[in-house]
């Protein structure tokens, strides 16, 4: 069993055994190719077996293991590693997405922040350590609302849950630009709370605590922004 220092005192391996003796592979085709339809003006891409694919691969944790060499690389071999603090390491997902850094951040102690976009893993959620924010849009299709709500009450604390008003699930990414289905403030309030929560728990500013704990004109009256730091459960105000 061949293991990084920061994965080998994982609970359990998830058969990471030979993660880190493949290199990244560039380009995947998956298990039906690689076809595809991009509208790089829209900054939309779609890859039509994605979506019998990623049942298969996360039931296998190769989101999973492929994030935690992802990690390896960047603050090993990577262009950039001098500029990578490998004590201060967070990670961002969106969806599915969303789903794999909270399922990482639960088995790789080398994650140190985590914020979790529209998702989040309600199964490994528990055994997360570290500082962690869930989003969530009220009109996400998706059931993010609910499924945010239930990670962030079984989450440890320190932990945010934050609602937007109106909100989608595209509305967190970039697609589709000024075309986007999501109300113009949805990006903005994400890099906002998103930008806060590593800032204070990953830089050490506390001017980010602010940014994390008000609220804004368009955070959701219905399902209420909260947060738990360890001194218990407050609403943002």
Known sequence: FQAEDGIRDL?????????YKRQGQGRSEGILGNRSISIPSLNFYLRFSTFFEVFFHSARDEFVMA??????YLINDSPVRDLVDSEKLGLIGHSMGSIVVTETAAFDKRIDAVVALSQGSILYVNDIAVPIQFQAGCFDITFSIPIASLCYK???PPKELITMQWGTHIGFTAAFGKYCLCPPW?????LRYATGWF?????NKPEAYEN????????SKIFQSRY???QGEHFLE
């Open 199 to 203: 800032d204070y728990f990953l830089k």
């Open 186 to 190: 949805q990006k903005d309030l994400c």
């Open 154 to 156: 079984n989450a440890n």
């Open 212 to 219: 994390i704990t008000t609220d804004t004109d368009h955070l």
């Open 228 to 230: 738990n730091f360890g």
């Open 67 to 72: 994030t935690m060499d992802a990690t390896t």
């Open 11 to 19: 609970v359990r391996s998830r058969g990471l055994g030979d993660v």
